[in-house]
């Protein structure tokens, strides 16, 4: 009797996604032949600490490999193969041809259970001149880069002009100033982090500008030239070095070549267990399709995290376990300059342009109790649905405590509480790592305090029209404060003595504002209790408001 065959999986594309599959499934199963087909020269690279090498900042590129075939081979007994490319499946036959650059050879290699983990390419720009500037998505990507940062390419780079200002794009322009190169980062938006809503990026941006880069928002690149890149405004910025950030495409070629079904936006389409329209196939990472936690669609995510948990999740429903991707909510976080950034679930401006009706709360807490040492603020941002109270989404920005105020948000939105729910949260508490009533507390009191209709607010990009509608606006700063600078003609009526006070105010709608809105909510809920309903808070105070507009 002849000894049963032992299935096969075969994994395209050894990083993230595809060396999570991969090593879960031998735990799941050792009896199993786990291939594993890299088209690249590593596997198993931390593709997230790229820019910081670029800077510096990780000192030993050996420090990025996490895992080398061999490694792989001799803990899980995986069969890892780089410089291995698939480039045909023959689905009927369940095969795969690859092709072996260091043979100069091309095979055929046999599946149970194929599982497209091939990632996302770095989008390069349709403008002349595109083919000078470098991309940052794998380890050869970042020593082309270096090679020329270090004039072993070319002769030593000093200015550098880095198109796109998102995440990638961002921590580019950090790392190759801590270089001493001059930095220019250039944006089509309006606004560095376009993710993020222009309020909370105008700090990210603010922090930018003073640290020596030069940022131009609302900026096209018309086309790069051997020394420099030209603005469609006829700007030249010098460039020694240019590198693209400005977005990825799933690599989907494969996929698409083999018949199976393919998004609007080139991601493969899978199932909740990530099972693409042929079942005996899988897709999972930057290539496949993802679903949106509030509102179901189709979206594609280019997120490590999430990743990483696809390749887990697949290796268990190939292994006989009935579990499903949940939706994601595209929690992402960014560091620049000792600044962070984050956000999860939609911005304002993507809830508004759905046409959707949202509650906005912006609050300015400290990172942990002003009386210990160090305090500082942070600028925390939450969107609520007015219907619900459910959490829409959140941002924040700060030097500290911005990342773990976001990641609670995150785990109340995963695990379905409402807005309000946050002021009952139980969250650590001493004096240097946070307040009795921490900043999402606050977030949670603000939203339980408008749903109750305990008061009302208005926002920052409503004051104009407030002015025009003939309301008055208060100001209940201190005089010293008000002095410093206020709102457009806004009347100055310290907290302290609008009790007294009151009756000099004039008929009609009144909005108060304050540095932060706390004192505008007491304002508020005071003057209301003395009779005049027709009253609002300003969201976020005075300081939103500057953040905002840039006074």
Not at 519 to 528: E, I, K
Request: proline share 4%.
């Amino acid at each position: 009797m002849s000894a049963v065959e032992p299935r096969c999986t075969i994994v395209v594309g050894g990083v993230a996604a595809g060396m999570s599959a991969a090593t879960r499934l031998r735990r799941n199963d050792e009896h199993r032949r786990v291939v594993v087909l890299e088209r690249g020269a590593h596997v198993s690279f931390a593709n997230c600490g790229l820019p910081y090498h670029v800077g510096g900042v990780i000192e030993k590129r050996d420090d990025l490999l996490l895992q080398t075939p061999t490694s792989l081979a001799a803990r899980f007994g995986l069969d890892v193969r780089t410089r291995h490319e698939v480039v045909t499946i023959d689905r009927d036959r369940r095969t795969v041809v690859v092709r072996a650059f260091d043979e100069d050879r091309e095979y055929e290699e046999s599946y149970d259970e194929l599982v497209l983990a091939t990632g996302a390419r770095a989008v390069r720009p349709p403008i002349p001149g595109a083919e000078r500037a470098h991309t940052l998505r794998d380890l050869d990507d970042m020593d082309a880069i270096l090679a020329v940062l270090d004039g072993s390419s070319v002769a030593v780079a000093r200015s550098v002009v880095v198109v796109g200002a998102g995440f990638i794009g961002i921590e580019l322009a950090e790392n190759l100033t801590r270089r001493g190169l001059g930095v220019a980062l250039v944006e089509r938006e309006a606004q560095v982090l376009p993710p993020l809503d222009v309020e909370m990026a105008g700090l990210v941006d603010a922090r930018l500008r003073a640290h020596g880069v030069d940022v131009r928002t609302s900026a096209g690149v018309a086309r790069i030239d051997a020394d420099e890149v030209v603005l469609d405004d006829g700007t030249r910025l010098a460039a020694d070095l240019v590198v693209t950030a400005v977005g990825v495409v799933p690599e989907s070629g494969l996929a698409e070549r083999a018949g199976l079904a393919v998004g609007e936006g080139g991601g493969v389409e899978v199932d909740p267990q990530q099972r693409t329209s042929d079942p005996a196939i899988f897709a999972v990472g930057d290539v496949a399709v993802k679903r949106d936690a509030l509102n179901g669609q189709a979206t594609l995510i280019p997120l490590a995290q999430t990743a990483n948990r696809q390749g887990r999740l697949v290796a268990d429903v190939i292994a006989g376990r009935d579990v499903v991707a949940p939706p994601v909510l595209g929690t992402a976080v960014v560091g620049a300059f000792g600044m962070t950034a984050a956000t999860v679930g939609w911005s304002e401006k993507r809830v508004r342009a759905a046409g959707r009706p949202v509650r906005v709360i912006h609050t300015h807490p400290s990172d942990h109790a002003g009386y210990y040492p160090g305090a500082r603020a942070i600028a925390l941002k939450l969107l609520v649905d007015p219907r619900t109270d459910a959490i829409l989404g959140a941002q924040g920005v700060g030097e500290a405590g911005v990342d773990k105020r976001i990641d609670v948000i995150a785990t109340a939105m995963r695990g379905g509480l409402r807005a309000s729910d946050l002021a009952d949260l139980e969250l650590a508490y001493a004096p240097q790592y946070g307040s009795a009533k921490d900043p999402v507390n606050m977030l949670g009191m603000v939203a339980d305090n408008l749903a109750a209709g305990f008061t009302d607010t208005v926002q920052w990009h409503e004051v104009d029209e407030v002015a025009r509608s003939g309301a008055t606006v208060i100001d209940v700063r201190t005089p010293e404060e008000y002095a410093s600078g206020t709102l457009p003609d806004a009347v100055n009526v310290p907290l302290d003595e609008l009790r007294h006070r009151h009756q000099e105010l004039p008929e009609g709608r009144l909005v108060v504002t304050c540095a932060v809105g706390q004192r505008g909510h007491t304002a508020t809920r005071l003057l209301r209790q003395l009779g005049r309903e027709d009253v609002a808070n300003l969201d976020g105070g005075y300081r939103t408001w500057k953040q905002a507009v840039g006074v």
